[in-house]
């Protein structure tokens, strides 16, 4: 597989690092990014990092242009009830999708098909269309719901990967541990990378 556009959706749950450092490894590799997130996802990053999005999609998308330095052809953002953006159809789906972090109100939402929002709809789609799915649940506990609702997503097909870092590879930062998860993403995405060392 050959990800030339992914889907990239941030929900309310801990760990806005993972998804800028994806974010940032997909421009690095001209891969185009449609990016969703909610309010709840907004408000998270703004807590957890230095990037403050608010405003219109448009304004999000300058914002991600000026922070990653990127292509603004590489970035597009839409509305989380965004219906017209192309991620809410099989006919112009993205390549791959990945929802990181991903709440386990999201999670339950796509398992059950209930798609009130762009993010569950575009999941959905990459379901339907037997495309690449990654859901990085960022959560601890699981209670059983929340392992019912993985099992099923992962009897479809998508890929569960939980941001549980490796230490084998020496730790010295908290972004050693962020490229661990990241790079493990990037993997399952078929994507070439060297964020941490691999075992052996």
């Not at 974010?23 to 996802?41: A, D, H, M």
Request: glycine letters at 6%; proline letters at 6%.
């Amino acid at each position: 597989m050959k990800v030339k556009t992914l889907t990239l959706a941030m929900t309310g749950a801990s760990g806005a690092d993972y998804t800028l450092r994806l974010f940032e490894e997909c421009l690095k590799n001209n891969i185009k990014v449609q990016f969703i997130t909610s309010q709840p996802g907004q408000i998270v990053l703004g807590m957890e990092t230095d990037l403050k999005l608010t405003g219109s999609p448009q304004k999000m998308q300058q914002q991600l242009v000026s922070y990653f330095d990127a292509d603004p052809a590489l970035i597009q953002v839409y509305a989380k009830d965004q219906w017209t953006a192309p991620a809410a159809s099989g006919s112009s789906v993205a390549d791959a999708m990945v929802v990181c972090p991903c709440t386990m109100g999201s999670l339950a939402s796509i398992a059950s098909g209930n798609s009130d929002n762009l993010i569950h709809r575009a999941a959905d789609v990459v379901i339907k269309e037997r495309k690449t799915l990654i859901l990085v649940p960022r959560e601890t506990p699981f209670s059983s719901i929340h392992l019912e609702n993985m099992l099923k997503l992962s009897r479809l097909g998508v890929v569960i990967l939980p941001p549980n870092p490796g230490f084998y590879q020496g730790v010295s930062s908290v972004s050693d541990l962020v490229d661990f998860i990241v790079a493990r993403i990037l993997d399952q995405l078929g994507i070439d990378n060297s964020l941490s060392p691999r075992w052996g």
